[in-house]
């Protein structure tokens, strides 16, 4: 049964400091990472944005560092999308996300490439990661020639959906020319097997510590998995049982901070795809409005959102030298203090300043 109600803006204070976002953090890069298992990776750069708004004394070449001695890594994981995550949490989230990125492969690829065409093209896929690092375009290429037969697009990305890889240095690290992404096979990048028997209890409490209170269908929206519900109704007698106000059932470790509504929050900047925005199925607790993060394409640290008393309410980009907000609609007595925020932001991008710009 559930037990006291949570509000929306109760929801979002916890969110937030879990996340780091309404006080920065103490934590190394790589153990900030860990807490929040992963950080998205779609756009390299954007970890960058991140941790500057989570830790109090962030330098970019500590995660480089972290990044290029293999420490951290770029791989295909949650929502079969790219996360940047340590290398023991890579090992551990792949076998557990498989299910979720082959499901997604295949709702996009299976009437281009059947199950034994798959088989043949990631055994080949296989011993050409082991050679070397390649791209999609070169796989695309190699494949083209081998099978004419088969869609080029959809052995590729079966290799990157497939396969457990990694997208290797130099990109992801900062102030390199970043160009096409790179994939090697997971195992051999780390140096050590995937693990055998991984445990979707952990993850689950994981997520729950630095996303809760959820719901079953929040962790299943974060992780992209199905079948959650059984894994909760075992942890549930070491949880604490919540309601949201429109009667959902949430889940939450008993010690964790879920600090007043109303405390106050500084404005934070975030970069592309930011997980504190994706991570819930009911996003509620941080976006209040009609407004939907944009997705841009590109490397990271160029543009993002941005979060005023704890919600997103806008977006921010680098146009020439200067940080440009771009608000969704009045910001009042907030405006001021989202500046001065913006222009710590610039500094550490190394433009001149911040304005506010209308939106659109």
Do not use: C
């Amino acid at each position: 049964m559930a037990g006291p109600v949570l509000g929306a803006r109760a929801l979002n204070r916890a969110l937030l400091a879990r996340q780091l976002l309404l006080e920065r953090g103490t934590l190394s890069p790589v153990d900030t990472v860990r807490h929040l298992v992963g950080m998205q990776g779609q756009a390299p750069l954007a970890p960058y944005v991140g941790l500057w708004s989570r830790l109090g004394d962030f330098a970019p070449g500590d995660l480089s560092t972290a990044i290029e001695d293999r420490t951290l890594v770029r791989a295909t994981l949650m929502r079969g999308t790219v996360h940047l995550v340590t290398a023991e949490d890579a090992l551990q989230l792949r076998p557990l996300t498989e299910p979720a990125i082959v499901r997604g492969f295949r709702g996009g690829f299976h009437s281009l490439i059947t199950a034994q065409e798959e088989a043949e093209v990631t055994a080949w896929g296989r011993e050409l990661l082991a050679e070397q690092p390649r791209t999609r375009v070169e796989l695309r290429g190699l494949f083209r020639e081998r099978w004419p037969e088969i869609d080029a697009d959809a052995m590729a990305y079966a290799v990157s959906y497939l396969l457990p890889t990694v997208q290797p240095t130099p990109r992801g690290l900062w102030g390199m020319p970043q160009g096409q992404a790179q994939l090697a096979l997971l195992d051999s990048w780390v140096g050590r097997p995937l693990d055998a028997a991984p445990s979707i209890d952990d993850v689950v409490l994981r997520y729950l510590a630095a996303f809760g209170p959820a719901t079953v269908n929040d962790a299943q929206a974060w992780s992209g998995l199905t079948g959650l519900r059984e894994v909760f109704d075992r942890l549930a007698p070491q949880l604490m049982i919540f309601a949201s106000e429109k009667g959902q059932v949430l889940y939450d470790l008993p010690e964790a901070p879920r600090p007043d509504a109303e405390h106050p929050v500084p404005p934070r900047f975030l970069p592309e795809y930011d997980n504190v925005l994706f991570s819930h199925r009911d996003r509620d607790r941080v976006i209040d409005s009609a407004h939907r993060p944009p997705l841009p394409p590109g490397v990271g640290a160029r543009s993002g959102t941005f979060l005023s008393d704890g919600y997103f309410r806008g977006t921010w980009s680098l146009d020439g030298e200067r940080l440009r907000i771009r608000p969704h609609g009045e910001l009042g007595d907030a405006a001021s203090a989202l500046v001065e925020e913006g222009e710590r932001l610039a500094a550490f991008l190394g433009t001149s300043g911040a304005e506010i710009v209308p939106a659109g």
